[in-house]
């Protein structure tokens, strides 16, 4: 199966969802290349980047159930395809 290479950027608003994030990605965790949270204190938010190698509708569905959590927004950047 044909996988692709990409970034799914999550920012989260809601410190309660990070037990829901983390159920979805450690279901998801045999596509997943890394991982980096930060907290940004200033705006009270929490930025995560997840590296994946997936087939493409694995990375749509991951970020789309992220996406779907409340207090939580992702973008998902996907590498150029050879």
Known sequence: MDTRTAIIAIIVKS???AENIN???HEYREYIIGRM???Y???NVNI???AI?????????L???IGRIEGV???TVYAPED
């Open 15 to 17: 410190t309660e969802s």
């Open 23 to 25: 159920q979805l990605l």
């Open 37 to 39: 949270g930060i907290p």
């Open 41 to 43: 204190h200033k705006k």
């Open 48 to 50: 995560i980047s997840i």
């Open 53 to 61: 190698d997936a087939p493409q509708d694995k990375i749509n569905s």
């Open 63 to 65: 970020a789309g159930r």
């Open 73 to 75: 927004t992702t973008k």
